[in-house]
């Protein structure tokens, strides 16, 4: 059962969202179409297509749980702004959300990110260091690229995930947690527990719930509002897609999902013609 405070929390919330949901028009064969999406100020997500509207609600649902989500999709299909919506969603909003890439730094340097450290614990160390975990404070912690992190580390953080409490590197105390993990991975999880690169207990431990993100080319409803606000973004303010243009929009697999599709539209922008984007 929902309580009734979180059921005011999750009511403020919607009023957030709804606040962020901007309604614009794209202007296509001399006709207007009207159409309205989730921004973030880091990224957006645009929930226009059937099956972006069937991932909200499903990110709705799971927002007043507190179960550990895992997100599964390929590269650039906006696994962190979907995290972002649930945690804006949830009754952490309040809360920081905290995120970490697992693929984009060295190992000693994630592990410093995760467990913090204190004070002269490594040379170089001139002052204590609270990882992702403490500074969630209640909020929400984003491991992106999961699939990535060091087995050596998996047993590290699953201890940390079953405890809800961290001894920072170098220190002794254990430090009480209070957070809500999602994880994001575009790798086959179970793939890398046969190939033993990921513990399977660590994986049952993140994905109580799994959320698949679909790819750009499997929501072709949400191309055509995602080209037009990248290209206000880019600097035009009224851009009008040609039918030309639209066909090649939607013709296109879309291999490096939205990140592709931002390239693409930047390069469109320079060469339209008073806000007329074409092939």
Aim: aromatic share 8%; glycine share 8%.
């Amino acid at each position: 059962t929902v309580s009734a405070a979180h059921k005011r929390n999750m009511s403020s919330m919607r009023g957030f969202l709804m606040g962020t949901i901007l309604f614009g028009s794209i202007f296509l064969g001399g006709q207007v179409y009207e159409f309205s999406h989730f921004v973030h100020e880091k990224s957006l997500y645009v929930f226009v297509d059937p099956k972006s509207q069937h991932l909200l609600a499903l990110v709705e649902r799971l927002a007043t749980t507190k179960a550990a989500v895992l997100l599964q999709g390929q590269t650039g299909t906006g696994k962190e702004i979907v995290a972002r919506t649930l945690h804006a969603l949830s009754d952490r909003a309040n809360a920081p959300f905290v995120a970490l890439n697992c693929a984009a730094m060295p190992e000693h340097l994630v592990e410093d990110m995760l467990f913090g450290h204190e004070k002269g614990a490594f040379t170089g160390a001139t002052r204590e260091l609270q990882g992702i975990f403490e500074q969630a404070k209640s909020g929400t912690v984003f491991l992106d690229e999961i699939g990535e992190m060091p087995i050596q580390l998996q047993a590290k953080l699953l201890r940390v995930l079953q405890e809800k409490e961290v001894v920072r590197l170098g220190g002794r105390d254990t430090i009480p947690l209070d957070f809500r993990l999602i994880a994001a991975t575009n790798k086959d999880l179970k793939e890398g527990i046969a190939e033993k690169t990921f513990r399977e207990d660590l994986y049952y431990r993140i994905s109580a719930f799994k959320l698949q993100i679909p790819s750009l080319a499997e929501r072709k409803g949400d191309i055509l509002p995602l080209a037009n606000t990248l290209a206000t973004r880019h600097g035009l303010d009224h851009p009008e897609f040609t039918e030309s243009a639209l066909r090649e929009l939607y013709r296109y697999s879309w291999p490096g999902n939205v990140r592709e599709l931002d390239n693409v539209i930047q390069r469109a922008v320079v060469f339209a013609n008073y806000g007329r984007i074409d092939t």
